[in-house]
């Protein structure tokens, strides 16, 4: 049973373009968690999605950013227009219920 | 306020020694989870061990130990006999309602960096 898939694993992206972060869940898990990262800070609650749905959104920035969990394939976390402040580290967990499993992050640049 | 509270940015232990990190927490719900996780230079978050609030027994995994004092709403992190390889940032976190409220968002403390040396 793989764990929580995330890639890229490092992505950098010039200011202004878009990011696409992706994360499966570990299988049968319907619960997947996004959280940020910032340089020397803990991870901060982004948004919480099961299939179809996003359940909690509060810890979204209001502009630029989004995120899906489609019927079929993984979870996106969609960046728009992407800015310095943006680089860090993101994180996605899943769980069936309870307890989360992590994956291992994705490091995004900003350029 | 600050939900999760680690006072230390740093600590340096030597080896085979044990090693305390703080942690303090602050709630009003009464069911609650808190977690240790450890993150290597490697970035991932490793799950090194839970707490429930209403867990009778401090929780234990292998060289890993919760000294939970509710009252004080204190769940410090025991690592005993440091090895090399325990040198990461070390992550508190807590959940707010119990285990199986099918809602495990997590919120963190800013960590505390763990240095062992030889």
């Known amino acids: 049973n793989a764990g929580v898939m995330q890639n890229p694993r490092h992505l950098v992206r010039r200011r202004g373009q878009e990011a696409r972060l992706r994360c499966s869940p570990m299988?049968?898990?319907?619960?997947v968690y996004w959280y940020r990262q910032l340089p020397e800070e803990g991870l901060k609650f982004m948004v919480y999605?099961?299939?179809?749905?996003?359940?909690?959104e509060s810890g979204m920035p209001k502009e630029r950013f989004s995120a899906e969990f489609p019927k079929e394939g993984p979870s996106i976390l969609r960046i728009q227009q992407v800015v310095r402040g943006d680089s860090a580290a993101y994180f996605c967990?899943?769980?069936?219920?309870?307890?989360?499993?992590f994956g291992q992050g994705t490091r995004l640049t900003v350029v | 306020a600050q939900k999760i509270t680690q006072t230390q940015p740093g600590m340096f232990v030597q080896e085979k020694e044990a090693v305390t990190l703080d942690c303090t927490y602050d709630?009003?719900?009464?069911?609650?989870?808190l977690f240790w996780y450890k993150q290597p230079s490697s970035g991932e978050m490793i799950f090194l061990i839970y707490?429930?609030?209403?867990?009778?027994q401090n929780a234990t995994e292998g060289r890993y130990s919760l000294n939970f004092q509710k009252a004080r709403k204190s769940a410090n992190l025991v690592i005993s006999a440091s090895q090399l390889g325990d040198s990461a940032m070390y992550f508190c976190?807590?959940?707010?309602?119990?285990?199986?409220?099918?809602?495990?968002?997590?919120?963190f403390g800013k960590g505390t960096m763990l240095l062992v040396s030889p």
């Open positions: 707490q429930g609030s209403y867990d009778q």
């Open positions: 976190a807590m959940r707010e309602g119990g285990m199986n409220s099918g809602y495990s968002t997590l919120t």
């Open positions: 999605l099961q299939k179809e749905n996003i359940i909690d």
């Open positions: 709630t009003s719900d009464p069911s609650y989870g």
């Open positions: 299988k049968g898990h319907s619960h």
């Open positions: 967990a899943s769980s069936p219920e309870g307890e989360a499993f």
